[in-house]
């Protein structure tokens, strides 16, 4: 099974170079696959990459931020082959982008030189979410080749196909695929889990349930049931009144929005299917507003692989890849995400279907609508929050997707599709089977 990475680094852009920078980000987005700078169609073992100038601001305290640039890939593991990979096939075009940020080391290209400054100058996001797992680029692109043809081959044959069975129509099918030189990889399934990863994935939440329960059983054993109920009591008690002060003393920041900014970012979202999302927001002051949040995404990047899956982030059902960075010392959060359809749909699938948890995530960002206890109002304020996510939107200079015909739903019935071809089925089945066609 194919697992996923997320590689994010990000850095100043060195005084004077950002112009120079943006116009060689310009020749890689004219022909995003296939320029001679960064060709991101060469790199097989990438989902998504994108390139986004972090322009200079001004901190919730007033501190200065200087110009930054984010490059970030979500990629099929192992990490050390798919940095190879980058360094062999795209490594002079990368040296140039990067020798115009601060801290890249001098003089020519240099393979060496690269893969070592990729290897020391990455970070880990603080969220990692992914929305269609286990799947490998290439897997993706087969399937969904496997879906056209075998719906070209049905098409051709439609008027032979009606006085046939659902069976007799799902054999053809199969031996169709079984002929066909370019889907002799279909000829078996894709292969599940190992034991050892089931183990590994499957393992951990048991050792944290086993880990609670023990501190329970100790708990019940030294008759301290009523002390340890008091001091969870007092503790939820204490944090609420903290939480209730904090939101209480906080000022609304405004939002500045024009219809110019509107414009320039619909303006990127071409894609037929797909499109990204970056935003960039400064984190309100305080530390206590700083450990919420580092808590919070934390225990999603944790949990995220058990609660959500399928591409529902939250609910929502058209997410391929999200992630939540927290850059300048915890000034400042960054969102990026892949997903299918537009951003004004997207936004109201936040409003519509995952106010709660998401206020909760981006609720430490200035000018988000103000909450009360983390979770109520905030996204349920539709207007403010359109105004809020429009206004932290930035421009995404570069944005690549190796397969941006597919999307989310695409993906899992390619793979239903594909897991049809093997062993028996029932007339009931077969029909079924043939009705995602």
Request: with cysteine; proline share 4%; hydrophobic share 45%.
């Given at each position: ?275 990204q999302f970056s935003a960039l927001g400064n984190v309100k002051p305080g530390m206590l507003r700083l450990a919420i949040m580092r808590f919070l995404l934390f225990f999603t990047d944790v949990s995220a692989p058990y609660l959500f899956f399928k591409g529902k982030l939250s609910g929502i059902p058209t997410v391929h890849f999200a992630r939540w ?8 959060m960054l969102f990026l995400s892949n997903y299918d359809g537009n951003s004004e749909n997207y936004l109201h699938d936040f409003i519509h279907i995952a106010a709660k948890p998401l206020t909760l995530m981006f609720c430490h960002t200035q000018g988000y609508p103000k909450t009360h206890l983390l979770v109520f109002g905030g996204a349920e304020d ?56």
């Amino acid at each position: 099974m194919t697992q996923h990475g997320a590689f994010s680094l990000i850095v100043n852009i060195r005084s004077g170079q950002k112009q120079q920078l943006q116009s060689l980000l310009r020749v890689i987005d004219s022909n995003v696959a296939t320029n001679e700078l960064v060709p991101f169609g060469k790199l097989t073992s990438i989902h998504f990459a994108r390139f986004v100038v972090l322009d200079a601001g001004i901190d919730a305290k007033g501190g200065s931020i200087p110009d930054r640039l984010a490059f970030t890939t979500n990629y099929d593991q192992p990490y050390d082959g798919h940095l190879q990979q980058m360094v062999n096939l795209a490594g002079p075009g990368l040296w140039q982008i990067f020798a115009l940020t601060e801290g890249f080391p001098p003089g020519g290209f240099d393979s060496t030189t690269l893969l070592r400054y990729f290897q020391s100058h990455s970070r880990k996001t603080e969220t990692f979410y992914v929305g269609v797992g286990y799947r490998s680029v290439q897997q993706i692109h087969n399937e969904n080749l496997l879906r056209t043809s075998i719906e070209t081959f049905a098409d051709k044959n439609a008027s032979g196909f009606k006085q046939l069975s659902a069976t007799q129509i799902r054999n053809k099918i199969v031996d169709f695929v079984q002929t066909r030189p370019e889907l002799q990889w279909a000829r078996q399934p894709e292969p599940g889990p190992t034991v050892s990863w089931m183990i590994r994935f499957f393992g951990k939440p048991a050792l944290a349930l086993l880990i609670l329960v023990g501190v329970g059983i100790l708990i019940v054993h030294l008759g301290l049931v009523m002390a340890a109920l008091l001091a969870i009591a007092v503790a939820l008690a204490v944090f609420v009144v903290a939480v209730l002060i904090m939101e209480g003393r906080e000022k609304q920041a405004p939002n500045v929005l024009t219809k110019h900014h509107i414009r320039t970012l619909v303006d990127r979202e071409t894609a037929p299917v797909q499109a990204q999302f970056s935003a960039l927001g400064n984190v309100k002051p305080g530390m206590l507003r700083l450990a919420i949040m580092r808590f919070l995404l934390f225990f999603t990047d944790v949990s995220a692989p058990y609660l959500f899956f399928k591409g529902k982030l939250s609910g929502i059902p058209t997410v391929h890849f999200a992630r939540w960075l927290i850059l300048n010392e915890g000034r400042q959060m960054l969102f990026l995400s892949n997903y299918d359809g537009n951003s004004e749909n997207y936004l109201h699938d936040f409003i519509h279907i995952a106010a709660k948890p998401l206020t909760l995530m981006f609720c430490h960002t200035q000018g988000y609508p103000k909450t009360h206890l983390l979770v109520f109002g905030g996204a349920e304020d539709a207007a403010g929050f359109m105004q809020w996510a429009r206004s932290k939107q930035i421009v995404t200079d570069v944005w690549y997707s190796a397969n941006p015909e597919v999307s989310v739903t695409n993906i899992y019935q390619n793979a239903r599709i594909r897991a049809g071809l093997y062993g028996g089925m029932t007339e009931i089945q077969a029909r079924r089977w043939l009705s995602r066609l």
